[in-house]
T-cell receptor
Framework: GDSVTQMEGPVTLSEEAFLTINCTYT??????LFWYVQYPGEGLQLLLK?????DKGSNKGFEATYRKETTSFHLEKGSVQVSDSAVYFC??????????FGKGTRLHILP | KAGVTQTPRYLIKTRGQQVTLSCSPI?????VSWYQQTPGQGLQFLFE???????NKGNFPGRFSGRQFSNSRSEMNVSTLELGDSALYLC????????????FGPGTRLTVL
């Protein structure tokens, strides 16, 4: 069945460092891909999405490109801030419309 | 516009009891989905309701059930609680039967003793 694999955390970076969180997927057909973010004590918020191959989603300085050839949707940000500390979830929706989340990657940004 | 609200925020129960959690979606949203979040299993889809009908269901035992009312508010019920049911239960709403964008509530933290 469909699945999402993302890098395990926690990931600890210094402020202004470059961030990459890897995400790969397995799915039949052409899933839609998402990154959600969960700040402490809150529910998930949609960060960005891409619905077809080569689409780039972007929001708040974060970017991810839908790569069908490598079945990947890596999250990147050029310069992280302390306020980016959160848990990041990669997700997909496949043919049956069910959303499947990765296990989440906890990100700590040090000042 | 008010966000998704969930009540209660925290709950402590003992094994064998049952529990009902409530979710009020964003005004105008007709789709409500429920998820269980645990450190070991991550986020797992429980079920989705749209216009009072269950549209999709995850791989959970029959002890987990839900319903949706005509005002789109939803409840989920867990009967015969087990220790492993301790989790954060998240509700999400969307304007249509589509997962392109879901809006999540803050969750209900259930602890089973």
């Amino acid at each position: 069945g469909d699945s999402v694999t993302q890098m395990e955390g926690p990931v600890t970076l210094s402020e202004e460092a470059f961030l990459t969180i890897n995400c790969t997927y397995t799915a039949t057909g052409y899933p839609s891909l998402f990154w959600y973010v969960q700040y402490p004590g809150e529910g998930l918020q949609l960060l960005l999405k891409a619905t077809k191959a080569d689409d780039k989603g972007s929001n708040k300085g974060f970017e991810a490109t839908y790569r069908k050839e490598t079945t990947s949707f890596h999250l990147e940000k050029g310069s992280v801030q302390v306020s980016d500390s959160a848990v990041y979830f990669c997700a997909l929706t496949g043919r049956d419309d069910k959303i499947i989340f990765g296990k989440g990657t906890r990100l700590h940004i040090l000042p | 516009k008010a966000g998704v609200t969930q009540t209660p925020r925290y709950l402590i129960k003992t094994r064998g009891q049952q529990v009902t959690l409530s979710c009020s979606p964003i005004s105008g949203h007709r789709s409500v989905s429920w998820y269980q979040q645990t450190p070991g299993q991550g986020l797992q889809f429980l079920f989705e309701y749209f216009s009072e009908t269950q549209r999709n269901k995850g791989n959970f035992p029959g002890r987990f059930s839900g319903r949706q009312f005509s005002n789109s508010r939803s409840e989920m019920n867990v009967s015969t609680l087990e220790l492993g049911d301790s989790a954060l239960y998240l509700c999400a709403s969307s304007s249509r039967v589509s997962y392109n964008e879901q809006f999540f509530g803050p969750g209900t933290r259930l602890t089973v003793l």
